[in-house]
Each structure stands twice: as structure tokens, then as C-alpha cells.
């Protein structure tokens, strides 16, 4: 039993891999390469868990990946491919034991690491918290070289970086990863209608992008992101300049913990090519910013049409342009001209009263923890609600397929990008 025999700490595992002809989860037919965790399994990690290259880890809805060794600090490391098929009533869950879950930061986990010949990660309505481990020489990410080539480096929720392969990651939710949410160094992507809450102890973006990426990324919500919501930079590059259309995202209150240069929304470096539509930044360190000494590649790159809502001066100051400093505006930009100008009026969202969007660390000022019952879609009469860009191509309007998830394994092997939305942000009137 394979799955078994590389683990050798599953509480259940009650499928085997398959042979080409074995029958489960619905009745699909798997593939030789197929390793399947079933509906509702709970797998329990004691050690890292590698996804051979030439196999394929299948994980049904409601299974619960559970990490509990925080010495070892398990890792799943997918040499092969990765197929997460949870849904909205039972999403899959990778998680660390309820002990270890009072620290948000706890690191008892790595991430979800994929190795250089992955070609597909498929991840629907998956759970990923409490990840971000630092990585020591037994790590299984160290051991392949991959993400990072040196020891005590954090890792972040999930990584991707085959420029020949592809991945989607839709109606998920990342939160409390020590480090980055994601960190993409390659690959066709499709990032849609995710949740990425509160990630950084000292650093972190929620979303990060270097070259050979073809991404199109929208409607995704960012909450507390210790560094920048998204960063977006052309490093690495070899062969492919990374084209990202990033529009109808929502980013509240990013770059707090980590006041500097780069703690904010959105940053852009190293002739990065990026269209920036549509999207809502409310309350953050730093409107839109690029490198000043590395900027991004403004021939090739929109940043026009988007909405900057700031509650404090300090918030209005610090979305104003300004070479000197990186700060970057466009014409059709919507955006606060005193403290608490156009707000966008959320439906259920209160500002604490102790804001200090200046304030770095994980002090008192800190962005508060987040609430389930916050809603982020605009109220009637929202300025928000018109003048977004509908009249652009994406990448993935035809769609991005999946060989993995042929012969009846899903019910789509085919995603497509959502359609822009003339709205600002991930959600428009409820």
C-alpha cells in the first residue's frame, strides 16, 4: 500500500492506489498512478509525505489532513500531481492538531510543496492553515532542492514551479501560515473566489508571483497580509516574462505588521508585466508601489481602473503618488482625498477603533483577528459598485484542462477565468 508504506502514519487509509481498473469515491475509474485519500478520511501526518513523480494524490471532500509532529513538521512535497476535489458543505482540511492551534503562527507545518516536474495541482474548496515551518536539513523540501536551498527558510502554504505546468486554485481558504499564502515561481494559473486570511509572523505576501507565470487572479479576498497583498516581480526570468491579470480582488488591512518599503497592497518589481483592474484596497499600509530601483515593466502593464479607500490621514497620505517613494496612480483610479473619504460601505465591516496602519509587529494595533460573520459585498449606493473595466482579455476565458481529471474523475477537467465584473473588489452587491 503505497499511500500507507510512505506515511506510515495514516489513522485511516482504507483506499489503495490504483491499478487502472480500481472503482471508488463515486464510482470513477483511476489511473495506475492514482493515490486516493477517500471522502470524510482523516490522515494523520507524523513524518513528510512525497507524491512520487509519475503518481497522481487524488483527495476527496472532507478529508482532514492533520499534522502532528512538531518536531518534525511535516511537509507534503508533490513530486507527481495533486488533485484537492473538496466542496462548499465539506471542504478538504490541511490543518496542525487543536494543540497547536492556539498560536496562530505555530509553524508545526510546512506547506504544500511542489516539486520542479509537476505538471497539474487542481485545488477546489480546501482549507489550508497553520503552515509556514522553517526548514531544517531532514526537511523533505530541502532534501529535493526545492522553494528554498538552505536551511531555517519558512515555507510558504503552497508553492508551484514548473513553467510547464498548470494549476487552479478556487473557493479556497488560506490563514494563519507563518509565511506566504503562495509562492509561484512558474506555470499557467488560474487563482479565483479564494479566502487568504492573515499570514506573515515577520514577513509574507499573500500572494506572490515571480517569472514564467501566466496568471489570471481575481476575485480572491486578502485580509491582513503581514507584507503586501499581492507581490508581483519578474525574478528568476529565463525564458517567459511573467503576463498577470489581476483584477476584482478585495485587500483590507495589509502591510501593518511590516512597516517599510514594500509592507502594503500591492507591489510591483523587476519588469513585472501586470494589469491591474478593478480591484478594492481598503485601509492598507501603502497604496500601489514599484521598486523604484527595479521597476516593473509600465509598457506592458495596466494599473488603472482601481479603488483606494483610506479611513485615517496616514491612509490618505500614503496612497498619494510619489516617484521618490514608488507610489503609483492612475487616471481612472478611485481613491480617498481626506480621511474616510468614499468609503465603499461594506455590508457587515466595523474598523477597529485603535487603527494604526503604521504600527508594525503583532502589537495591540495589529489588524484584530478575523471574523466569519464580517460580510465584504458593497451596500446599496456604494461608489464601488460602477466604473470598474469589463473590455479585457484574460488568459483563461477558453479555458485551462487537466489531463489528471479525465475520464470522469471530476465533474470538469476544464476551468475557466471568471469574467471581470464592472464593480471594485471580489464582491459586488449582495
Known amino acids: 500500500m503505497l499511500a500507507c508504506a510512505a506515511l506510515a502514519m495514516l489513522f485511516s487509509c482504507n483506499d489503495e492506489p490504483g491499478n487502472g481498473g480500481d472503482t471508488g469515491n463515486g464510482g470513477q475509474k483511476y489511473p495506475e498512478d492514482a493515490i486516493v485519500w477517500s471522502a ?37 512535497v508533490v513530486l507527481g500531481n495533486m488533485y484537492v476535489l473538496g466542496t462548499e458543505e465539506k471542504p478538504v482540511t490541511f490543518t496542525v492538531e487543536a494543540s497547536s492551534q492556539t498560536d496562530r503562527f505555530s509553524r508545526n507545518w510546512g506547506g504544500i510543496i511542489c516539486g520542479y516536474d509537476c505538471k497539474e495541482v487542481v485545488m477546489l474548496h480546501a482549507i489550508v492553515e497553520y503552515g509556514g515551518a522553517l526548514t531544517t536539513e531532514n526537511s523533505a523540501s530541502f532534501q529535493h532542492q526545492l522553494f528554498k536551498t538552505e536551511t531555517g527558510e519558512g515555507v510558504p502554504a503552497f508553492h508551484f514551479c514548473n513553467p510547464d505546468g498548470k494549476f487552479v486554485i478556487m473557493n479556497c481558504t488560506f490563514r494563519n501560515n ?9 506555470g499557467r494559473s488560474i487563482v479565483a473566489n479564494n479566502r487568504f486570511i492573515c499570514n506573515g509572523y515577520d514577513g509574507g505576501e499573500a500572494i506572490n508571483y515571480k517569472s514564467e507565470c501566466l496568471a489570471d487572479i481575481c476575485y480572491n479576498l486578502i485580509y491582513d497580509a503581514n507584507t503586501n497583498g499581492f507581490k ?26 511590516r512597516p517599510g518599503v514594500k509592507g502594503g ?16 484596497v481598503y485601509d492598507c499600509r501603502w497604496g500601489l508601489k514599484s521598486d523604484t530601483e527595479e521597476p516593473y515593466d509600465a509598457v506592458n502593464s495596466a494599473i488603472t481602473p482601481n479603488y483606494y479607500f483610506a479611513s485615517t490621514d496616514a491612509g490618505v497620505a500614503q496612497m498619494q503618488p510619489d516617484a521618490l517613494e514608488g507610489i503609483l496612480h492612475g487616471d481612472n483610479d478611485i481613491n480617498s482625498t481626506f480621511a474616510g473619504d468614499k ?5 457587515n465591516f466595523t474598523q477597529q477603533s485603535d487603527i494604526d496602519i503604521n504600527c508594525g509587529g503583532n502589537n495591540e494595533h495589529a489588524p484584530v483577528v478575523y471574523n466569519e460573520n464580517w460580510d465584504f459585498s458593497l451596500a446599496a449606493g456604494s461608489l464601488a459598485l460602477t466604473g470598474g473595466k469589463t473590455d479585457f482579455n484574460r488568459h483563461y476565458a477558453s479555458a485551462l484542462t487537466f489531463d489528471g481529471l479525465s475520464d470522469g474523475m471530476y465533474s470538469t477537467n476544464s476551468f475557466v477565468s471568471p469574467a471581470p465584473s464592472v464593480w471594485f473588489g471580489a464582491f459586488g452587491m449582495k
Open 265 to 280: 497592497s500591492i507591489w510591483l518589481e523587476e519588469s513585472i508585466a501586470a494589469k491591474l483592474y478593478n480591484n478594492l
Open 232 to 257: 508581483l516581480s519578474n525574478s528568476g526570468f529565463t525564458n517567459i516574462q511573467s503576463d498577470l491579470y489581476v483584477y476584482n480582488n478585495t485587500i483590507v488591512n495589509s502591510g501593518w505588521r
Open 40 to 76: 470524510d478520511t482523516t490522515v494523520i501526518l507524523t513524518d513528510h509525505f512525497i507524491v512520487p513523480e509519475g503518481k497522481s494524490l487524488y483527495i476527496y471532500e472532507g478529508a482532514r489532513i492533520v499534522a502532528s509532529n512538531a518536531a518534525v513538521k511535516p511537509e507534503i
Open 178 to 186: 507563518a509565511e506566504d499564502q503562495i509562492y509561484i515561481t512558474g
Open 343 to 347: 468609503d465603499p460601505l461594506f455590508v
